[in-house]
Structures are given as structure tokens and as C-alpha cells.
Nanobody
Framework: QVQLVESGGGLVQAGGSLRLSCAAS????????MGWFRQAPGKEREFVAA????????PYADSVKGRFTISRDNAKNTVYLQMNSLKREDTAVYYC????????????????????WGQGTQVTVSS
């Protein structure tokens, strides 16, 4: 079992940048496909990005493609989400998640595939 803790959220102006971190403990992230999801007030949780164990596969939601970058540092047992050119509509609680069961080729944007979740970190983008 793995425990996930997100950090790096905060208040930023539109057009600014933030880098979220997801630190894992209990088991190395090498065993997991890792994903980032977000939930805005009054909306359902949605997929943002994911990264395969090898790092070779990195699908993104269309809404963040070209602005966000997911990466992983297996030596530090940490996954990152670099967010640039932030917009007000990026305001949400951001969650890190880990998928233990799937092969890298089955990397998914469906939250039901993910077995472990962090508590989330708030990102607020002001105009």
C-alpha cells in the first residue's frame, strides 16, 4: 500500500505558474501508474494528466494540454505537475492518485482505475 501527500498548491494570478508535488511513502512509486485529477466547486472530479511507470506515456486532458506537464522522479518517490499559463478555470482541489493493477499500455483517464488517492491540495487562480 502507498500513501500519497500533495503539496504546492496556493493562490496565483492568471497567467502564473505553480508546481504541485505528490510524495509517496510506504511503497516506491516505481510500481504505479500515477495520475493527477482535480475537482472544482460544484463539479465532478476530472482527469488532468497521468504518467506511466516508465515515464514514456503521458496523456493529458485537452483543457491542460500544452500548459501542464507531468513528470516523475522515482529516486525521490515523487510525482510532479508543472502548471503554466494558469487560468481561472483551473481553480480546483488537485488530487494525486496511483494505479497499481494496470499495465503501462492501459494507462487511463478513468478515476475508477486508480487504487490510492491523496487528500488533495487547493489551487486558486485569480484574475
Amino acid at each position: 500500500q502507498v500513501q500519497l501527500v500533495e503539496s504546492g498548491g496556493g493562490l496565483v494570478q492568471a497567467g502564473g505558474s505553480l508546481r504541485l508535488s505528490c510524495a509517496a511513502s510506504g511503497r516506491t512509486v516505481t510500481f504505479y501508474i500515477m495520475g493527477w485529477f482535480r475537482q472544482a466547486p460544484g463539479k465532478e472530479r476530472e482527469f488532468v494528466a497521468a504518467i506511466s511507470r516508465s515515464g514514456a506515456l503521458t496523456p493529458y486532458a485537452d483543457s491542460v494540454k500544452g500548459r501542464f506537464t507531468i513528470s516523475r522522479d522515482n529516486a525521490k518517490n515523487t510525482v510532479y505537475l508543472q502548471m503554466n499559463s494558469l487560468k481561472r478555470e483551473d481553480t480546483a482541489v488537485y488530487y494525486c492518485a496511483a494505479d497499481f493493477r494496470q499495465y503501462d499500455s492501459s494507462i487511463s483517464s478513468w478515476e475508477g482505475r486508480y487504487d490510492y488517492w491523496g487528500q488533495g491540495t487547493q489551487v486558486t487562480v485569480s484574475s
